[in-house]
């Protein structure tokens, strides 16, 4: 899930906003947005999409599709101002599942991509957790300024670095650089940047695209790529999910990396079906 935009005026909103919450309880903060949801939910070009999601993937009844939209509108708006409030400088309870598989993996000489998705809040999982190798986080390279300023400063105090999305796909040499290097790659695995190239894969019951690029760079250079989810628990509390993708199966490197595909999807559909709120898709993602 990223924001996308260019610096403009919006900027003093976005600092006015951290100010705001460095004095304010999140809950009162989260109370003031949801008076607002009904009425973004009304020219929302996201909407129809959300409402397909819940009515036809989960099948909720067209009334309960309707309130999941809104639902899924609100938990999206605290994630995004529980990002504002870690550049902010709050904190977060976190409980990780799968820390020592984490651990073990990071510390391997090879490097490693760790897989995310518009599901829960992956940017926090840069600051829950932490390794002696370098995180590179693939980023849209037009998000505001406060935004990357607020990563920049919380990343100061990880082993992560940027990497910005450029039309000339340079970010894609750059990351095939610091997997070389025995790096870490942290990259959505549920939407394709820049590259045309997909795969097809079964989730919900039809087939959606997936982006080629992370699953070919893993077979390329035979390194392990686990999935990361991190979910809102609570007011200020979240979980983080960390699983390793199999290992792929197949008879050439097509299968292969359709296999590992195939695994990624599976596991990002079993997280959606249980936290069908905070799957931030508003787009048609099997078209």
Same mark, same amino acid.
């Given at each position: 899930? $990223?924001?996308?935009?260019?610096?403009?005026? $919006?900027?003093?909103?976005?600092?006015?906003?951290?100010?705001?919450?460095?004095?304010?309880? #999140?809950?009162? &903060?989260?109370?003031?947005?949801? #008076?607002?949801?009904?009425? =973004?939910?009304?020219?929302? /070009?996201?909407?129809?999409?959300?409402?397909? +999601?819940?009515?036809?993937?989960?099948?909720? $009844?067209?009334?309960?599709?309707?309130?999941?939209?809104?639902?899924?509108? +609100?938990?999206?708006?605290?994630?995004?101002?529980?990002?504002?409030? !870690?550049?902010?400088?709050?904190?977060?309870?976190? *409980?990780?599942?799968?820390?020592?598989?984490?651990?073990?993996?990071?510390?391997?000489?090879?490097?490693?991509?760790?897989?995310?998705?518009?599901?829960?809040?992956?940017?926090? !999982?840069?600051?829950?957790?932490?390794?002696?190798?370098?995180?590179?986080?693939? &980023? +849209?390279?037009?998000?505001?300024?406060?935004?990357? @300023?607020?990563?920049?400063?919380? %990343?100061?105090?990880?082993?992560?670095?940027?990497?910005?999305?450029? @039309?000339?796909?340079?970010?894609?040499?750059?990351?095939?650089? &610091?997997?070389?290097?025995?790096?870490? &790659?942290?990259?959505?695995?549920?939407?394709?940047?820049?590259? @045309?190239?997909?795969?097809?894969?079964? %989730?919900?019951?039809?087939?959606?695209? %997936?982006?080629?690029?992370?699953?070919?760079?893993?077979?390329?250079?035979?390194?392990?790529?686990?999935?990361?989810?991190?979910?809102?628990?609570?007011?200020?509390?979240?979980?983080?999910?960390? *699983?390793?993708?199999?290992?792929?199966?197949?008879?050439?490197?097509?299968?292969?990396?359709?296999?590992?595909? /195939?695994?990624?999807?599976? $596991? #990002?559909?079993?997280?959606?079906?249980? =936290?069908?709120?905070?799957?931030?898709?508003?787009?048609?993602?099997? !078209?």
């Amino acid at each position: 899930m $990223t924001w996308k935009g260019s610096t403009d005026g $919006t900027g003093w909103m976005q600092r006015a906003l951290i100010g705001i919450i460095r004095i304010c309880p #999140l809950i009162l &903060v989260y109370a003031l947005m949801a #008076l607002v949801i009904p009425f =973004y939910m009304m020219f929302a /070009n996201g909407f129809k999409a959300s409402y397909s +999601f819940f009515r036809n993937r989960i099948g909720y $009844t067209p009334v309960k599709s309707f309130f999941s939209v809104y639902a899924n509108e +609100f938990n999206l708006g605290m994630v995004v101002l529980d990002r504002f409030a !870690a550049y902010a400088g709050k904190r977060f309870r976190i *409980e990780v599942s799968g820390k020592e598989l984490f651990d073990n993996m990071s510390s391997a000489p090879e490097g490693m991509i760790m897989l995310g998705s518009h599901l829960g809040n992956h940017e926090l !999982a840069g600051y829950f957790l932490k390794s002696e190798k370098r995180v590179n986080a693939l &980023v +849209f390279a037009g998000e505001k300024e406060t935004i990357m @300023e607020g990563r920049t400063n919380r %990343f100061e105090q990880t082993n992560i670095r940027m990497i910005p999305i450029k @039309e000339d796909l340079s970010h894609v040499f750059m990351l095939n650089e &610091v997997l070389a290097d025995g790096e870490i &790659v942290s990259i959505a695995g549920d939407r394709s940047f820049g590259s @045309e190239k997909r795969l097809r894969s079964p %989730f919900f019951g039809d087939e959606a695209s %997936f982006p080629y690029g992370p699953f070919a760079m893993a077979l390329q250079r035979c390194i392990r790529m686990i999935t990361v989810f991190v979910i809102k628990k609570g007011i200020r509390q979240y979980k983080v999910w960390v *699983e390793a993708l199999p290992e792929p199966s197949g008879s050439n490197r097509a299968e292969r990396t359709q296999s590992l595909c /195939n695994a990624y999807s599976a $596991t #990002l559909e079993k997280m959606a079906k249980q =936290y069908p709120f905070q799957w931030y898709n508003f787009y048609d993602f099997w !078209a």
